[in-house]
Nanobody
């Protein structure tokens, strides 16, 4: 079993930055690709970013390209999501999720494990 715990959410003004962390435990960290998703009230869960097992491959949702950066530290069993130039429409609960596939996956249905989520609120 794999456990994922998000942290780093909070309230920030538009244009500001936040860094989310996803701490992973329970299995060999480098055997899992890790994604970030988000869900705003009344909306479907949305793909945000993905990193491969090694971290050499990444992908981003169109709405965050150029503003968000995903990275992983396999020595610390942690994945980060650096969020810059935040907008009010980035307000959501952010979830990290893991899967054991070798390729990148951007669909929530492809995830095997989920964290509990962390709230990000961007004020205008």
């Amino acid at each position: 079993q794999v456990q994922l715990v998000e942290s780093g959410g909070g309230l920030v003004q538009a244009g500001g930055s936040l860094r989310l962390s996803c701490a992973v435990s329970g299995r060999t960290f480098s055997n899992y690709g890790i994604d970030w998703f988000r869900q705003a009230p009344g909306k479907e869960r949305e793909f945000v970013a993905a990193t491969s097992r090694s971290g050499r491959s990444t992908d981003y949702g169109d709405s965050v390209k150029g503003r968000f950066t995903i990275s992983r530290d396999n020595a610390k069993n942690t994945v980060y999501l650096q969020m810059n130039s935040l907008k009010p429409e980035d307000t959501a609960v952010y979830y990290c999720a893991g899967h054991s596939a070798f390729s990148l996956i951007t669909s929530a249905t492809g995830m095997d494990y989920w964290g509990q989520g962390t709230q990000v609120t961007v004020s205008s």
